[in-house]
């Protein structure tokens, strides 16, 4: 009698859907690489020059090298032109209203909303869900590339301000940095560095040039207010954002201000030269960026942490919170939508972000990461970086804070400034230079 076999047909049809799964799978990353082969093609970038123009360099090209790796049979280059800060602005909006076929700029999150609004930037949603590495990201900086719920642009690096210090100018004085804390000992601070004037030195740097709101924020945030936030009952919008900067936590914030102007403290009106004065000894205590070091000489910065201090903090009001804050500014990547190649563009921009790419590059430079993983695997190799106070500033990333990405901020920062500059200069009254801002800045945004 023949034997019976009994087959499980299950099992055979899901193998043999899984073998097709694969067969089309192979296929279609075939087709995708072979779609660019035989082919010349050059990606277009405009990008700041990061006032060092040979640092792009060494990011994207070994990336190129990677993207070259990945479609051996196309012939693909790159032609970026880089361009100072005030100039990158112009030159993004000028190609884009041009309808130049530009495939990768280089973003500064404040200006995100705008060229999004714009309709400047290529909606970036379906290809980020497909890639599944939002999750790698401090969500602050993931949610600074999104504008009305979709993502248009990737935040590569990042930065921080913190207390930077002379350790002989306060030593000197009698003030230990750790009363630089709070605002009280801040204060207090404040009229023991008086003593230091007659050698050409002032006791803090107190900024009252255009990036001034990026320096009274902190102080905001910290005490739970808010920039503006999302209101319904907008006239033309149904639901739009609304200034909330005039809260009785934005009046306790510049009231600060204004007791360290009462203290004798000057404000400086000379703007983006606070970091060398800094380093030229011309102030004993700066609120500033984590580019500070970069003011130094490179043969200085090795030993810099012998002579300068430096705290991961802005000084608290101890009466209203017990943690600090700080703003967060930098640098996204982001595709326009005149770009002929969005799909290359947008496998550039992921090879960039690998960390085996971008992690050397970013603490070489001092800059910060956006990506939680890369920040984690710095602050567990402690030698990850030579920059001085670089795990310091990776610390303070959890608690830092960005502007809101929307098209009016420029215009949010303008009123604010100009607060300032009244409590400031004109001895005005804190709350109604504050109410006044708010009502220009609720006229921009359309209420």
Not at 263 to 291: C, M, T, Y
Not at 310 to 324: A, G
Not at 337 to 357: H, R, V
Not at 369 to 390: D, H, K
Request: charged share 20%.
């Amino acid at each position: 009698m023949p034997k019976c076999y009994h087959i499980n047909w299950s099992i055979k049809i899901r193998t043999v859907s899984i073998v097709i799964m694969v067969i089309m799978a192979t296929c279609a990353a075939s087709s995708i690489t072979n779609s660019y082969a035989q082919k010349e093609i050059t990606l277009r970038a405009l990008l700041d020059n990061l006032a060092d123009p040979g640092r792009w360099d060494t990011l994207i090209q070994p990336a190129m090298q990677e993207l070259r790796a990945r479609h051996p049979d196309a012939n693909i280059n790159i032609k970026y032109e880089q361009f100072p800060y005030n100039d990158t602005r112009n030159n993004i909006v000028t190609a884009m209203t041009n309808q130049t076929p530009i495939d990768i700029v280089s973003v500064d999150q404040i200006w995100l909303g705008e060229f999004a609004e714009r309709g400047f930037l290529t909606d970036l949603t379906n290809y980020t869900k497909k890639w599944g590495r939002s999750s790698d990201w401090y969500a602050a900086n993931w949610d600074g590339g999104v504008y009305d719920g979709k993502i248009y642009g990737i935040w590569t690096w990042t930065d921080v301000r913190g207390m930077w210090y002379w350790k002989d100018m306060l030593k000197t004085v009698g003030v230990d940095p750790n009363s630089l804390t709070t605002w009280s000992g801040y204060l207090t601070a404040a009229g023991k560095l008086e003593g230091l004037k007659r050698n050409g030195t002032e006791s803090m740097y107190l900024v009252a040039a255009s990036h001034s709101p990026d320096l009274w924020y902190p102080y905001l945030w910290m005490l739970g207010g808010s920039i503006a936030e999302y209101k319904d009952n907008h006239p033309k919008r149904g639901s739009y954002w609304f200034p909330t900067y005039n809260s009785s936590q934005g009046v306790r914030a510049l009231e600060f201000l204004r007791d360290q102007v009462k203290v004798g403290i000057k404000p400086q009106v000379e703007a983006l030269h606070q970091a060398q004065d800094f380093a030229n000894r011309k102030f004993a205590v700066s609120l500033d960026g984590s580019w500070v070091p970069g003011a130094f000489p490179p043969e200085e910065q090795r030993n810099l942490e012998q002579k300068v201090g430096f705290l991961p903090v802005f000084p608290i009001s101890s009466h209203d919170t017990n943690h600090s804050s700080t703003l967060m500014g930098g640098w996204e990547l982001s595709i326009p939508t005149t770009s002929k190649n969005k799909d290359l563009a947008w496998e550039l921009i992921t090879i960039i972000l690998e960390p085996k790419f971008l992690s050397p590059w970013i603490s070489k430079f001092g800059y910060l990461p956006t990506q939680s993983v890369i920040g984690e695997a710095f602050r567990t190799n402690l030698s990850s970086s030579t920059f001085p106070y670089y795990n310091e500033m990776i610390g303070m990333i959890p608690f830092g804070n960005v502007r809101p990405s929307i098209p009016e901020y420029s215009l949010i920062a303008k009123d604010v400034k100009e607060a300032i500059d009244s409590v400031l200069f004109e001895g005005k009254d804190v709350n109604q230079a504050l109410q006044e801002a708010a009502l220009k800045s609720a006229k921009s945004l359309g209420w």
